[in-house]
């Protein structure tokens, strides 16, 4: 008997997906009208076991046809089906993804009953949820669209799949999948919306698409693939062509994709493109956005920065594109909003509309005459690029004080690390201090233009929270505070400090009294005040569960010589490095009841890491705290490093982020570094690292130690589990480098020569991804860090290899050989988002600096056949180095803590 003739082509490109490609076949199977499907599977030149699962699932249904091609990218695989296909109607399935059970069922029954030229369903993406603007018109139930005019927001759904054509209108209409470029699929997609004249909307979900956690597909590199540039390009020059044949309303539908679409581009092109080629793109694009509405093309981006580019192919002005930092150095005030700085028609006008502007204080700090205040923070004008300090002149408003402090641009290297837009968008004002008034006062950033004045208020950030302690000059006391959500005020009152304390009680009862967050907490500190108040508590900590860095050493440091004084080690209960700790006292279990106590009292917080991550009990949650309890306890904050700093760390560590009150530094360069580069000024100490005391060289066991740094976009790391890792570990340069060092057989032949074992000891946030790659062989080990330190690791080797972990300076400071394999140096410094430093191995190092396993494996042969002996050099460099070498940097720490003012509460 022969079963009714097949309605639906489902077609399926495959290209190495042997991982997903089950899943996606047995969804197609599981189809409620499987039967009236035919399903062409085009495999595109796969080398995994892909084309064999194909061609098995072809073998069980007779439906499914299994074909191959040399590799000719999707669009030429989609295309091949797509000629064979011999159905009323075509749906497109990628090999990764998922059809719920009803999904053709419905889409056929929508596009049949409303005789429509095609049928689009919902479509969810997984594991997380992606809030797609097309999606607009879904969640009203299924309806029938007259033309894509109904629904216009459908017109940025630029993909085939949860759809299902007639097969005849993409023939009548000569629409095919574009070869041989990216984003290939919307040269079919967005044309049959445009001409499709009735479009049966399905509010089913009708399509899961698998979004991977490590990708290199094409939307996850969207704007750093230069030919993506020209791909979409070509995609809009395709599209714009197609105006002619579309009446008015179709029209306005498909300019705002020609609009939104490019705009990423558009705006990034500079980045990526010398001068030949942005001329290129600027006169194809000047073409097409010619004859669209300014009014219009401002409705259709996003924001200013994205319409800038839009400003220039309208101005026809190339400069202003390929370099807007140069044509765009200040703004204009008109009606209390802020306009470019740029002279343009009044038609132009929409374009030049600064659509937001962000102030955010991080610091205020009493001058040490206590004659002025200085505040400090970062803007964000829209739009305005900030390469160089803003034409505008700028003011600090304190509200309230009739008072207007000039501003001062400053240069900040934490935010130029992230955007080199952003390298002058810091900024500085010193308000005099007796010209405050009494009372709160918010404080408002004032643009000083040449057309008049606007005025935005300051917001706080994370650093002006964790700097808001009082200061007190004479008998006033400013405190920086806040209203709202985030609006930054300060606090100020005359008189003396029985008043003040009065007026601090206040705010704790009224907080109490309101239950607001941590509440708990401030009244059990505000009872325990009295019996605590004349005790300098100092907290020390580095990750919840170990004690091994400088924040231990210093530790062991005071409970030996300075037994009176009231410090704390926090450490989980399970730590196995309790036991290193035992006999010295003092150890607080991480989250007990006496942490949580001692927190409220701290006078000093004293982490190698970061404090709010490590330091706070479980369940304080970091914003929460800063907002609500930290400020009432004003502890001072000390970062002793986990290492030397020799990279650009501004992102991370400069003052306007981390807000330290002392920072730990072992050499000279390191500290003008810090001081100059991270604006922590004299707050940076040079005073050594406290785990630099017991390094004690103890060599001569024939070991060498392996020990490279993470990588960031390789794993998950232990503080932010929401991350994701942006590189397949499997194939990367590290786990290569690794597998050919250790798979050498020069290298175990030189070992078992000499008698050496080469040790292999993983970073902390890599340990779940290496525990199988050391050798079963005794000449090599990976270490176990439950029954030996890192630093006793580092004292006991005759010979140090790493990459660019700052441990090297530890072995550099025991006078041990070194040898920096970096293998990886590019993509460290890009995809991992490092900067270098002040500091370049290869000029300044301790060793050589070797780039593959092989040049690093002559190394280690070389240093074995002359005993592991330092070449005199790099001697030289390290005594030039380090800033002191005499084993006391304990107690020059504690000293430095010490001197810390103590908190005015």
Known sequence: MVGPAPQVTIIVPVYNVEDYLPETLESIAAQTVFERCSVILVDDGSTDASVLLAKQFAAEHPNVTAIQQENSGPGAARNLALDMADTPYVAFVDSDDIL?????????????????????????????????LWKKPFGKGDRLLETVVDAPDLIFDAGPCHKLYDLAQLRAHGLRFREGVHFEDAFLAIPMLLKAERIALVDEVVYKYRKRAVSSSIMDNLFVREQNFWDHLELCETLAELRSELDVFRREVLERFLVRSYQGFAMRAHDLFEDADLWKIFDRCSRIYHDIDPSFIARWTLDTRHRVAYLAFKSYDFELFARPWERLRGVVACGGDLH?????TPALLPLTKVTAVGARLEQVLLSPSGDTLKVSGHMVVNGLPMRAPLATPLGLRVRGSNLTA???????ADLKAGDDNREYSGFTAEIPVDKLRRGQHHLRLVFLTETGQASRQCLI????LRDATTKVAGDTRILPTYTGRENAALLVQRGGAAGWRRLMVRKDLRHIASRAPFWKQRLLRLLTAPLMSRRDVWLIGERRDTAQDNSAHLFRHLR???????????????????????????????????????????????????IDAYMLPERWERSPFLKHLNWRIASSRVFLQHGVTEKDVSAGLHRGRGSFDLFVASAHREA?????????GDMVKTTGMPRFDALVPDRGRRRILFMPTWRTYLVTPSYNSSARPRVAFDGSAYQVFIAELFGSERLRQALRRHGYVLEFLPHYEMRSLLTDVVPADDCFAMADQTTRTVQDALRQCDLFITDYSSTAFDVAYLGTPLIYAQFDEEEFFTVGGYKKGYFEAREDGFGPVCETAEETVGAIVSYLENGCVREEEYSRRAADFFA???????QRVADAIAALPGPQQ
Request: some cysteine; overall charge positive.
């Open 461 to 464: 950030s994370a650093a002006f």
């Open 340 to 344: 470019l700085d740029y002279p343009v």
């Open 672 to 680: 003008e570094y810090v001081a100059k580069e991270l604006d922590y």
């Open 100 to 132: 719920p059970p009803r999904a053709i069922e419905v889409l056929l029954n929508a596009i049949v009953a409303n005789k429509a030229s095609m049928a689009v369903g919902d479509m969810d993406t997984f594991p997380k949820p992606t809030p797609f």
């Open 884 to 890: 002191v070498q005499d084993r006391n940097n304990c």
């Open 406 to 412: 000039p501003v001062t641009v400053e240069r900040r």
């Open 560 to 610: 030996q010589v300075e037994r009176r004084r009231n410090v704390y080690y926090l450490l989980a209960k399970e730590s196995a490095d309790r036991q290193r700790l035992r006999g010295l006292g003092n150890v607080v279990t991480h989250g007990s009841f006496r942490h949580k106590f001692l927190m409220l009292h701290a006078t000093k917080l004293i982490n190698s890491y970061d």
